[in-house]
């Protein structure tokens, strides 16, 4: 039980990393204060629930952000489908047959579209207060997250299996791979042993 919030409280560190790193000049922790109250705490009931039912699910949706996150920021591009025109991530080395949780997300979309109306909370807001609310609900601490991302109309698989950790990395690499994005060796041991 104590290791496993030290992972926790590790992950928390990683996540606001991954969110702040990259959109802090931009995001504001309040934007949806005013156009839908009701935004953040649908995320939350929705991720207890889901965690209640099946803890794993709590790492899973962290796994989730943080793949999405490590090709071309957190962009929610992991959740997009194959298509004629999307090269999708989800069928990616490191996704396939592996990334999962995609049906809690879509489950917060759909309710947080009711809510607030279609379009007003981005997928990519979504995924990231999930992360934070599935450490949350898994016993570990909490943090403000920073809102207001744009939702990718793009995705790349190449990218993903090239920007995401595989398993056959030694550790020079990895501490490379994690470098790149702007985080450092206690979050690739965090995410390491969190979401694996
Ligand atoms: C993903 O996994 C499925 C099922 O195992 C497999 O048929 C498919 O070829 C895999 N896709 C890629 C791109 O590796």
Known sequence: ???????????????????????????????????????????KRIVQDAVRQERRMGASILRLHFHDCFVNGCDASILLDQTTTIDSEKTAFANNNSAR???VIDKI?????????????????????A?????????????????GRRDSTTASRTQANNDIPSPFMDLTS????FKNQGLNEKDLVALSVDTH
Request: proline fraction near 5%.
């Open 1 to 43: 039980m104590a290791s496993s919030l030290t992972f926790l409280l590790l992950s928390s560190l990683v996540i606001f990393s991954l969110t702040s790193h990259a959109f802090s000049a931009s995001l504001l922790p309040y934007f949806y204060y005013k156009v839908c109250p009701k935004a953040l705490p649908t995320i």
């Open 101 to 103: 949780g995609f049906e």
């Open 109 to 129: 979309k759909s309710e947080v579209d009711k809510v607030c109306g279609r379009s007003i909370v981005s997928c990519a807001d979504i995924l990231t207060v």
């Open 131 to 147: 992360a934070r609310d599935s450490v949350v609900a898994l016993g570990g601490p909490s943090w403000q997250v920073q809102l």
């Open 174 to 177: 990895l501490i490379n791979n």
